[in-house]
T-cell receptor, first 113, second 114 residues
Framework: ETGVTQTPRHLVMGMTNKKSLKCEQHLGHNAMYWYKQSAKKPLELMFVYNFKEQTENNSVPSRFSPECPNSSHLFLHLHTLQPEDSALYLC????????????FGPGTRLTVT | GDSVTQMEGPVTLSEEAFLTINCTYTATGYPSLFWYVQYPGEGLQLLLKATKADDKGSNKGFEATYRKETTSFHLEKGSVQVSDSAVYFCALSARQEAGTALIFGKGTTLSVSS
């Protein structure tokens, strides 16, 4: 399944670094999502973009900054992260209607040291 | 608010055993329901879905029926294989608005031994 790709797959960064996660979807969808998956916690929605416009920010700290330049690409810019931000970051996409399934990328495993 | 509750794991089975993972939901209106599977080191893959009451979703030998009267969407498989070992997530989408995020259960880990 290569409909949604994410790079890098693994990332180790220090607390003072700045890095970016990239997501690209090849499914012709118009909605894109960032989720955070931490050990022993439910999947957490972070951001939603619909037709490049941010429609939901789930009280995410400002050290996470999303960017959606077009309907196929989604970025998550990271700066001044904390060790508790270590997690698997998942990108997903869907058609823009409601009540529909989402398609996920393989995730970026982030470790903050 | 809308929510999904699924049985706590881990579920440990022998190969060829029958599998049931329970999922119940709370939602206003008529949600769409999904099961996703996550293999180690990978993202979530859509396993099956159902969009209205009494619909049965099925894929790869897995089945789940949308039961509105019991607000349930239990996942079943008649004969599990070692390769089915993974984490299974029940999810719903309850809003018609564009770009609506899914609401997930906490996940159930399935471990199948030969």
């Amino acid at each position: 399944e290569t409909g949604v790709t994410q790079t890098p797959r693994h990332l180790v960064m220090g607390m003072t670094n700045k890095k970016s996660l990239k997501c690209e979807q090849h499914l012709g969808h118009n909605a894109m999502y960032w989720y955070k998956q931490s050990a022993k916690k439910p999947l957490e929605l972070m951001f939603v973009y619909n037709f490049k416009e941010q429609t939901e920010n789930n009280s995410v700290p400002s050290r996470f900054s999303p960017e959606c330049p077009n309907s196929s690409h989604l970025f998550l810019h990271l700066h001044t992260l904390q060790p508790e931000d270590s997690a698997l970051y998942l990108c997903a996409s869907s058609t823009s209607g409601g009540l529909v399934e989402q398609y996920f990328g393989p995730g970026t495993r982030l470790t903050v040291t | 608010g809308d929510s999904v509750t699924q049985m706590e794991g881990p579920v440990t089975l022998s190969e060829e055993a029958f599998l049931t993972i329970n999922c119940t939901y709370t939602a206003t209106g008529y949600p769409s329901l999904f099961w996703y599977v996550q293999y180690p080191g990978e993202g979530l893959q859509l396993l099956l879905k159902a969009t209205k009451a009494d619909d049965k979703g099925s894929n790869k030998g897995f089945e789940a029926t949308y039961r509105k009267e019991t607000t349930s969407f239990h996942l079943e498989k008649g004969s599990v294989q070692v390769s089915d070992s993974a984490v299974y997530f029940c999810a719903l989408s309850a809003r018609q608005e564009a770009g609506t995020a899914l609401i997930f259960g906490k996940g159930t880990t399935l471990s199948v031994s030969s």
